[in-house]
């Protein structure tokens, strides 16, 4: 094989990867009822449940379902990123729209006495942890953390 059929045929197989991860992403998430499915940990305020690099799968959730523990996913509307910690009290003054105060397990004050949210809305939950794999999420990482010094530069 010539170095062009090499090269063409490397190609096929990255596009290959490519087209089925989105898509199987897109089987999971309408399996589990979620937008992101599959993400990685980017930082260690969950310690010792989970810790930067390791990957987490989401499964989509009634918010009214909730209860003091859980550790769930949410759009923080303020940074525009997922943050995932760990349920510590719920406002339900309205049953079916509760409020709730979450909190790292590794993090010394919740997320709303921070600064990090205000009170999670329920419409803010995209759902809770299902399974954690350490270390699957490295490579991810590694890619976030190196657009940053890109952008920085």
């Known amino acids: ?40 940990v980017v930082s260690n305020s969950m310690v010792p449940v989970f810790a930067k690099g390791d990957l987490i799968v989401v499964k989509g959730m009634d918010c009214r ?27 339900d003054e309205d049953p ?14 919740t997320d709303q006495s921070t600064g990090i949210s205000p009170p999670v809305r329920c419409d ?3 759902g809770e942890v299902k399974l954690i794999v350490p270390k699957l999420g490295l490579f991810k990482v590694g890619l976030i953390e190196l657009s940053k010094v890109i952008r920085a530069v």
């Open 65 to 91: 379902e909730i209860e003091v523990g859980d550790i769930i996913v949410y759009h923080n509307p303020i940074r525009q990123i997922p943050i995932v910690h760990r349920v510590v009290e719920i406002d």
């Open 124 to 126: 803010w939950v995209r």
């Open 1 to 40: 094989m010539d170095l062009k059929e090499e090269l063409i045929s490397t190609a096929k197989y990255i596009v290959i990867g490519f087209v089925l991860a989105v898509l199987i992403n897109q089987g999971l998430g309408y399996a589990l009822q979620t937008e992101k499915p599959i993400m990685a």
């Open 96 to 109: 079916n729209n509760p409020v709730f105060t979450t909190k790292g397990d590794n993090n010394g004050h």
